[in-house]
């Protein structure tokens, strides 16, 4: 399965039970959408990031396979952009999983984004505005067809280049988190970026 090269197998088994996330896609999104704004953080900056959204403490190991994708992605966007892809569930896999995992890494994106404290660039409001009813979209049983699957590759192929072009030309700023920050700042800055996820 094409899961075992790209990694997706590691990452769901990682992260597909934490409570706080709709989906493992979700924390993928997430990292590229913060990467789009700012050097890949480290382990320990990922931590009170996401303890700013409410998770518990990750593992050491859970840890490290966060940063070590947020570096490899940050390394795919500036080396050559068009090779990047976002990490997703191969066809081996149903298109209403598929689907799923989309519509959650594209929330996870947005949220990310907004976290990093991303200005959006005139250009970029219609882009985040499109990766949002992508966010909220679902999967219907009628749709599990040819017409389907290529409507899928085709918004696929979209979602890809939406790091590329967030993070063409951006000047990257390093994240410090303060761990007595306000919550309440902090929570503002999440839900002014977080889409309405599907149920």
């Given at each position: 399965?094409?899961?075992?090269?790209?990694?997706?197998?590691?990452?769901?088994?990682?992260?597909?039970?934490?409570?706080e996330?709709?989906?493992?896609?979700?924390?993928?999104?997430?990292?590229?959408?913060?990467?789009?704004?700012?050097?890949?953080?480290?382990?320990?900056?990922?931590q009170?990031?996401?303890?700013?959204?409410?998770?518990?403490?990750?593992?050491?190991?859970?840890?490290?396979?966060?940063?070590?994708?947020?570096?490899?992605?940050?390394?795919?966007?500036?080396?050559?952009?068009l090779?990047y892809?976002?990490?997703?569930?191969?066809?081996?896999?149903?298109?209403?999983?598929?689907?799923?995992?989309?519509?959650?890494?594209?929330?996870?994106?947005?949220?990310?984004?907004?976290?990093?404290?991303?200005?959006?660039?005139?250009?970029?409001?219609?882009?985040?505005?499109?990766?949002?009813?992508i966010?909220?979209?679902?999967?219907?049983?009628?749709?599990?067809?040819?017409?389907?699957?290529?409507?899928?590759?085709?918004?696929?192929?979209?979602?890809?280049?939406?790091?590329?072009?967030?993070?063409?030309?951006?000047?990257?700023k390093?994240?410090?988190?303060?761990?007595?920050q306000?919550?309440?700042?902090?929570?503002?800055?999440?839900?002014?970026?977080?889409?309405?996820?599907?149920?």
């Amino acid at each position: 399965m094409q899961d075992d090269i790209s990694g997706w197998n590691d990452w769901f088994a990682a992260f597909s039970n934490i409570p706080e996330l709709s989906h493992a896609a979700e924390l993928h999104g997430m990292v590229m959408g913060v990467i789009c704004v700012a050097e890949a953080p480290s382990p320990q900056v990922w931590q009170e990031l996401l303890m700013q959204l409410g998770f518990e403490r990750l593992s050491d190991e859970q840890l490290q396979l966060l940063s070590d994708e947020a570096e490899d992605a940050a390394a795919a966007l500036a080396d050559d952009a068009l090779d990047y892809a976002p990490l997703l569930p191969d066809d081996d896999h149903s298109l209403a999983e598929r689907v799923e995992a989309l519509a959650a890494w594209c929330g996870g994106l947005v949220l990310g984004f907004g976290l990093a404290g991303g200005q959006l660039r005139t250009d970029e409001e219609e882009l985040l505005r499109d990766v949002q009813e992508i966010a909220g979209m679902t999967f219907e049983p009628e749709d599990d067809d040819e017409e389907g699957e290529e409507g899928y590759a085709d918004l696929v192929e979209f979602v890809r280049l939406i790091p590329v072009s967030l993070a063409t030309g951006r000047a990257k700023k390093l994240l410090v988190v303060e761990t007595t920050q306000d919550d309440d700042a902090a929570s503002s800055v999440v839900e002014m970026f977080q889409p309405d996820r599907p149920s």
